[in-house]
């Protein structure tokens, strides 16, 4: 029961601080991927506090998960099963959560986009305007339930292996975190994999609000026509400029 407790809030913890320090971690070579040079990725101290309550919902949802699982109350199973079938549905029911919490979190979303929701909750998270690790978990109390209450929803509705449920709510966490951290990693991919959203999705939400309310898929937000107008412009743009970076970088004659 506590495992999941401490899991889920330390796990958060850890990829805020990664990519608090993601730059010094790696002596500096990492300031080419901000997405805005002149950022300093410095925390308010608002974001600190709603983060720090965040984690602390987080720790009661996870006690509670535990508690669910330990009692056999969710679909959650330990065994493996080493059949064909076993194997496959193992590995896609990983890709499986995603793609339901991908639609949850886009409708949610949208719904705390409505104006007196917004007002009253979401608006706490968008006190930040530019990004950093510490706004990932920068919620209102009704929004951070709302957003780390998918695990246990996964965890009694879909049939879910023990160590795969860890590794959805660590991904999870993972692009909360990644999307809020002001790096984008991920700008000269291939086009075929436009379908996957960037940290500067995120960012441009943040910038303009209405915009790019999806987390790992860009299908909801094509679908209904929500995505920024310049958003995939953008992440050219600043693919194009990393590439220009590494070139001054590996040649300093190009400066």
Not at 105 to 123: G, N, P, Q, W
Not at 134 to 149: C, K, M, N, R, T
Request: aromatic share 20%; charged share 15%.
């Amino acid at each position: 029961m506590l495992e999941w407790g401490i899991f889920i809030p330390a796990t958060a913890l850890f990829f805020i601080l990664y990519f608090h320090f993601f730059n010094k971690l790696f002596n500096g070579k990492k300031v080419i991927y901000k997405i805005e040079i002149a950022q300093e990725l410095r925390p308010f101290k608002f974001e600190i506090l709603y983060t720090c309550i965040s984690l602390i919902l987080f720790l009661l949802v996870g006690v509670f998960l535990g508690y669910s699982i330990d009692n056999g109350w969710t679909v959650v199973y330990h065994e493996v099963g080493f059949s064909a079938l076993e194997i496959i549905y193992l590995i896609s029911s990983l890709f499986i959560a995603l793609i339901i919490h991908d639609i949850y979190f886009y409708l949610i979303h949208r719904f705390l986009h409505i104006k007196i929701i917004y007002k009253y909750v979401h608006s706490w998270h968008h006190k930040t305007h530019n990004t950093n690790a510490w706004a990932a978990f920068s919620f209102h109390p009704i929004e951070g339930v709302l957003q780390i209450g998918i695990v246990p929803i996964i965890a009694y509705f879909l049939p879910l292996q023990i160590i795969v449920l860890f590794l959805f709510t660590s991904f999870l966490l993972f692009m909360s975190v990644y999307g809020h951290s002001g790096y984008e990693l991920r700008a000269n991919k291939l086009k075929v994999l436009n379908i996957f959203n960037t940290s500067l999705h995120h960012f441009q939400h943040h910038k303009f609000i209405n915009y790019n309310y999806g987390i790992y898929f860009n299908i909801c937000d094509r679908l209904f026509s929500t995505n920024h107008p310049e958003y995939f412009n953008a992440v050219k743009k600043i693919g194009n400029r990393i590439i220009d970076d590494k070139k001054k970088i590996s040649d300093p004659n190009l400066v």
